[in-house]
C-alpha cells in the first residue's frame, strides 16, 4: 500500500487542527515537541500539519507566504456536488475563505476555498 502525505506549514497547530476537523479529518495526537501533527484525509492519504521552523527544517528554505504565492492546490475528491458544496460550506464555517461559487464543466463540478492559513484547497465530483 502507498500513502500520500502533504505536508503543509501553519501558524497555529491548535488552530490548524480545529479547522480540519471540522471538515471531518481525524488527527493523531501532535510529535512529542509539539512541532507537528499528522490529520487523516483519507484510507491512504495524511495530512502533515507542520509549525514553520519544522516545515523549514524539511525543506530547507522558508515557508513561503500563501497570500502572496502558491505552491499546491490540494484537490479532494466528492462523491457528488450537493457534497462539494456542504464541504466548502463546512470550511467557510469553520473560519475558511471561500474562493467563490461552484464551477460546473459538466463532467466536474468543483468548488475551492483557502483555509486559515491560505492554502488553496478545492473539492471536486466527477460525473455526479
Known amino acids: 500500500m502507498t500513502i500520500t502525505f502533504v505536508n503543509l506549514p501553519v501558524r497555529d497547530l491548535t488552530v490548524a487542527v480545529t479547522f480540519f476537523r471540522a471538515l471531518g479529518f ?8 509539539g512541532t507537528s ?7 491512504d492519504t495524511r495530512l502533515m500539519l507542520h509549525v514553520p521552523p519544522a516545515f523549514t527544517a524539511y525543506t530547507g528554505v522558508p515557508v513561503t507566504d500563501p497570500a502572496t504565492s502558491r505552491e499546491v492546490i490540494i484537490g479532494l475528491s466528492a ?4 457534497q462539494v458544496d456542504d ?6 464555517a469553520a473560519g475558511g475563505e471561500s474562493l467563490g461559487g461552484g464551477q460546473d464543466q459538466g463532467w466536474l463540478y468543483m468548488r475551492g476555498f483557502r483555509d486559515p492559513d491560505g492554502h488553496q484547497w478545492s473539492y471536486l465530483s466527477m460525473g455526479g
Open 26 to 33: 481525524t488527527a493523531d495526537d501532535p510529535a512529542p515537541d
Open 37 to 43: 501533527i499528522a490529520l487523516t484525509l483519507g484510507a
Open 79 to 82: 462523491e457528488s456536488r450537493q
Open 87 to 92: 464541504l466548502v460550506d463546512r470550511a467557510v
